[in-house]
């Protein structure tokens, strides 16, 4: 069962404008992450927030979380072709142990 | 550092054949782990250890047989492929302690079952 769930499935901007994707998960976390995957490569961790910030940034990115809600969003600012990727949220379980869902398919035009 | 590193890349195995998949993590990391990534899905946890000489089943473990005899390495074991294993799969590595909580990620190895 995944734990988290992205939404949307695909994204599809030009470069240069903003790129929002939300996450949202079933049980109480510590920390929730993002990563990204380019096509054919491994994933890269982006950012984690802990269960007891509500935004952090890192660079061009925007992470909320609301507990309250069980969601999270990534905000990708100034978007450019290199941003082309899928991106995933997981939460972690015992062991660090992460849940993903089935990620985000970002697509930035030039 | 070379980080996660994986080996092959890529495999083509008939139905019924054993192969292993071998995970080598430099950074001392604790944890280790192995997902599989299908079309369109996110990862989904195999097996992992939480140290050498320790293993534990994840979400999808049926199938598959890993073993962890040394620290930096992680084996991934398929004793008789079956299509239903055609998949992506990733090997992870992370602390253990510290409150350091992100994994770090192979390359992949892409496995075709025929």
């Known amino acids: 069962s995944q734990q988290g769930e992205e939404d949307p499935q695909a994204l599809s901007i030009q470069e240069g404008e903003n790129a929002t994707m939300n996450c949202s998960y079933k049980?109480?976390?510590?920390?929730l992450q993002w990563y990204r995957q380019n096509s054919g490569r491994g994933l890269v961790h982006l950012i984690l927030?802990?269960?007891?910030?509500r935004e952090k940034h890192s660079g061009r990115l925007r992470v909320t979380l609301d507990t309250s809600k069980k969601s999270s969003s990534l905000l990708i600012t100034a978007s450019r072709a290199a941003d082309t990727a899928s991106y995933f949220c997981?939460?972690?379980?015992?062991?660090?142990?992460?849940?993903f869902g089935a990620g985000t398919r970002l697509a930035v035009h030039p | 550092n070379a980080g996660v590193t994986q080996t092959p890349k890529f495999r083509v195995l008939k139905t019924g054949q054993s192969m292993t998949l071998l995970c080598a993590q430099d950074?001392?990391?604790?944890?280790m782990y192995w997902y599989r990534q299908d079309p369109g899905m996110g990862l989904r946890l195999i097996h992992y250890?939480?140290?050498?000489?320790?293993?534990a089943k994840g979400e999808v473990p049926d199938g598959y047989n890993v073993s962890r005899l040394k620290k930096q390495n992680f084996l991934l074991g398929l004793e008789s492929a079956a299509p239903s294993q055609t998949s992506v799969y990733f090997c992870?590595?992370?602390?253990?302690?510290?409150?350091?909580?992100?994994?770090?990620f192979g390359p992949g190895t892409r496995l075709t079952v025929t």
């Open positions: 997981a939460t972690p379980l015992a062991y660090n142990k992460l849940i």
């Open positions: 927030i802990r269960s007891n910030e």
């Open positions: 950074m001392n990391h604790e944890y």
């Open positions: 250890s939480v140290g050498e000489g320790t293993t």
């Open positions: 049980t109480s976390i510590n920390n």
């Open positions: 992870a590595s992370s602390y253990g302690t510290g409150g350091r909580y992100e994994q770090y």
